[in-house]
């Protein structure tokens, strides 16, 4: 009797739960996934809690919304996929999320291990810890209920600590489904204390590093997206203003300082890199996009580079950085700020003077191109549109893809405020998209403006269904060009194949929009694609703009074609 009593009092919670709450716990509210076994429950079951969790047409979506999600929040975005292809398609969003420092947690289903470790074939089967191993910062499988609070704990601090990244949770089907009592389960949980601790620079690299900034006769500041996620904005634009540096945002760093503003160097960038003699980065990493420190972009004039990152190992990765400033950004720069006094003096007036000239010079000659109004629209016809909407609506967030349209976007359309530019980050990706101006919509409840090349948009464009389902404010512009960098090129061969970069022409993306509920709006001239996103912007409603581009107006690769490798023998 007296034991019946017992069992009949004794709560007992399970996997699916312990998942949710120890998630919960840890403030974490939003997931992006595909449904499937093993998962199914769990989502049905997380979103019964209160969780947000937004379902997906293909989990490399969930995943870029999951990454942009982390860079946003500094919470590790959450993608949930089932076992095998499930958990590779959502991969290339990890390795992705890892290469941006961007914090991210794929969560994946995964078979039997008995059955998957002997090789027999289960239902699909794959060592997926293994395979996630070099593509992400850590990676790490819970076996048993009583390890899911350590295991969602470790991700989390994983995730967000130090250089953010990717993280890999495998979680075998078997783990959901056991059980262990409540009570004991609810003490098992770990609700993680200071995640991303500040880590303060040491006062001698502080002293180094204002040093040689003092030294500087022309002196530049870096800002990266290292700079955007670190949150530190005010503290960064107090220490641009009062050190009277002029500043280069790197693409998703721009709006950080808005672009309009006096010490932006933005239009001069050529010069700047050339002539300066002192550069200062400020969560940017020396990679392709700042040529490696070296070569034609950078002139051959001595240079001296100062380097704030959390990350240790990124000092001297490509250029000898004479003063190395490791910690947090948000630390860095107060400790700058706070040493460097109040009688700091200004660059020279001759540096200053010569990047503003050449500043003007090249805004001035950029205007009328952007006024243009030639049918079908070029570039900087439609971009001149869409920039003056981003002045208009500083609080939208711009999200871009594509060659052309990447390129000339992030030249033309100046951005306000910080971490509204997203985009295709280090990897120069398409396919980030739509996962991303959904993530950018459910994180912010801002409105979404998402310039597509017709070929980027192309590699997430079912996920418009997903911006229907969920009624999402985002309004996505297709630059039509009828292909990838051109719509013109020509099969050399003379068969009957179209060239391999060349789409269908007077392809109708609009429509595809109708299809799932939303606005279609077919736009060939600069007036009528800024009524159309306008109304957009307005209302809120799922939109999607046709634009049709010049199918002359780009060029191969956009303005990194000097990447493309070169036969020798001939090019057609
Ligand atoms: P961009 O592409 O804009 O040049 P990168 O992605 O190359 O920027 O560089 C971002 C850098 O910022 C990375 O080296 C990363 O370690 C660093 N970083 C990220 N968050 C922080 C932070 N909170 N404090 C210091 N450095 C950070
Ligand atoms: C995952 C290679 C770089 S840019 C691009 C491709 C396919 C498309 C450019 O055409 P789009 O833009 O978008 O129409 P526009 O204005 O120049 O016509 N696969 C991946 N990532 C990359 N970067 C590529 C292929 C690529
Ligand atoms: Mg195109």
Not at 490 to 503: I, K, L, Q, R, Y
Request: overall charge negative; aromatic content about 6%.
């Amino acid at each position: 009797m007296a034991d019946t009593e017992t069992q009949e009092t004794t709560v007992l919670t399970d996997g699916f739960h312990l998942l949710i709450d120890a998630l919960k716990l840890n403030d974490i509210d939003t997931m992006y996934g595909v449904p499937g076994i093993p998962i199914t429950d769990f989502g049905r079951m997380a979103q019964g809690a209160g969780m947000r969790v937004l379902s997906f047409r293909h989990e490399q979506n969930a995943g870029y919304a999951a990454a942009i999600a982390g860079y946003l929040t500094k919470k590790p975005g959450i993608c949930l996929t089932v076992s095998a292809p499930g958990f590779l398609n959502g991969l290339t969003a990890l390795a992705h999320a890892t290469t941006n420092c961007f914090p991210m947690i794929l969560i994946s289903g995964s078979s039997e291990r008995e059955i998957v470790d002997l090789q027999q074939g289960d239902y699909e089967e794959m060592d997926q810890l293994a395979i996630a191993k070099p593509l992400c910062k850590a990676a790490y499988r819970v076996l048993h209920a009583e390890d899911i609070g350590i295991g969602i704990a470790r991700a989390i601090r994983a995730a967000v600590s130090g250089r953010p990244g990717g993280v890999y949770l495998d979680l075998p089907a078997k783990l959901f489904g056991q059980t262990m009592d409540a009570e004991s389960g609810a003490k098992s949980l770990v609700k993680v204390i200071d995640p991303a601790p500040r880590q303060i620079p040491a006062p001698e690299s502080v002293a180094r590093a204002l040093e040689v900034l003092k030294s500087a006769k022309r002196p530049l500041v870096i800002l990266g997206k290292g700079a955007a996620y670190a949150q530190a904005d005010d503290d960064i634009r107090a220490f641009v203003e009062k050190s009277g540096i002029p500043y280069l945002p790197m693409s998703m760093a721009k709006g950080l300082l808005p672009d309009t503003h006096p010490q932006s160097a933005g239009p001069a960038r050529s010069l700047v890199l050339k002539e300066s003699d002192v550069v200062m980065l400020i969560g940017a990493r020396m990679n392709w996009l700042l040529s490696h420190g070296k070569g034609k972009s950078w002139g051959d004039k001595p240079k001296k580079f100062i380097q704030i990152d959390i990350e240790p190992r990124e000092m001297d990765s490509n250029v000898e950085i004479a003063a190395p400033l490791v910690g947090d950004i948000g630390s860095c720069v107060s400790a700058l700020l706070e040493s460097m006094g109040d009688n700091w003096a200004p660059p020279p007036a001759d540096w200053t003077g010569m990047i503003s000239e050449k500043v003007e010079t090249n805004v001035a000659r950029m205007a009328p191109r952007l006024q243009n109004n030639n049918i079908p629209m070029d570039y900087h016809g439609a971009l001149g549109a869409l920039r003056t909407i981003i002045k208009e609506r500083p609080e939208a967030i711009l999200v871009n893809e594509g060659a052309n349209t990447l390129d000339f976007a992030r030249s033309i359309i100046d951005m306000y405020q910080p971490r509204k530019r997203l985009d295709v980050g280090t990897w120069g990706v398409m396919g980030v998209g739509m996962g991303t101006a959904i993530a950018a919509a459910v994180e912010t409840g801002k409105p979404v403006l998402a310039v597509e090349g017709d070929s980027a948009f192309g590699f997430s464009g079912m996920e418009i269904e997903t911006i229907c389902r969920y009624n999402l404010p985002v309004c996505v512009v297709v630059f039509n060009n009828g292909g990838i960098y051109r719509g013109t090129d020509v099969n050399t061969s003379g068969g009957p194949d179209v060239a391999t970069t060349v789409f269908v022409k007077d392809a109708r993306y609009d429509k595809m929009m109708e299809a799932f509920g939303g606005v279609g709006v077919y736009a060939t001239t600069p007036d009528e694609l800024s009524r159309a996103v306008n109304a957009a912007m307005e209302s809120g409603q799922p939109t999607l703009v046709n634009a049709v581009i010049d199918e002359n107006a780009g060029t191969e690769s956009g303005r990194i074609g000097n990447l493309n490798p070169q036969s020798v023998v001939s090019k057609k």
